[in-house]
């Protein structure tokens, strides 16, 4: 109940600090990319229950010959480059936070095609509200590897606690005044989630 408390009033705040922010953000992304200003997408929640992300868009949508969408890289555009790099593109999931779907604290929500690929260890990543910002966040964001994440997010749910929460709130802002672990090396973000790889047993 606490922690349901902090989000609560945490993202009320958020909203009316971070307002001209996501003024400018919606205007930018009008003007650079046209409508519609905001990227949704069902994403797994709590116990794998989805429910719908609402972010900035950052991504053009560009097609290929195919009427496919181009690459990641190649659909990024300077704007959407500048508010993920700023973390502006996420201001729009308070909405989510204060609808309960997610919390300002926890394992960022990844896409619904990743859940059937976790283990049983990085499924407990779960047991606990998809948050705005999350441990792994704090400690290398997208420079590390999928799995590396992934036990950071269950270390997460093992230990939460209010305190931790704004320990790693506080680490955000100046994770995203540094500008560090945006994307993966050589990619737009990261690369996509294909399953751990299960070592062969010896005989």
């Known amino acids: 109940m606490l922690k349901r408390l902090m989000d609560i009033v945490g993202a009320l705040a958020g ?55 181009l690459p990641d890289a190649q659909r990024l555009t300077a704007a959407g480059r500048f508010l993920r790099a700023t973390s502006i593109d996420e201001l729009p999931e308070l909405w989510n936070v204060l609808k309960g779907d997610m919390s300002l604290v926890g394992p960022r929500p990844l896409l619904m095609e990743y859940v059937p690929l976790y283990s049983a260890h990085q499924a407990r990543r779960q047991e606990v509200r998809p948050g705005l910002t999350g441990w792994a966040q704090v400690n290398g964001r997208n420079a590390l590897s999928w799995e590396s994440k992934f036990d950071l997010d269950v270390w997460y749910v093992d230990n939460r606690s209010a305190l931790l929460d704004l320990r790693i709130i506080g680490l955000t802002v100046l994770m995203v005044l540094k500008r560090t672990g945006v994307s993966a090396e050589g990619e737009a973000t990261m690369p996509k989630f294909t399953g751990t790889r299960k070592e062969q047993p010896t005989t």
Do not use: H, Y
Not at 52 to 60: L, N
């Open 15 to 69: 909203g009316i600090v971070f307002a001209p922010l996501m003024l400018i953000g919606a205007i930018w992304v009008a003007c650079s990319m046209g409508r519609p200003i905001l990227f949704r997408q069902r994403r797994p929640g709590l116990n794998g229950k989805p429910f719908e992300i609402v972010k900035f868009r950052t991504m053009s949508n560009k097609l290929d010959a195919d009427g496919n969408p």
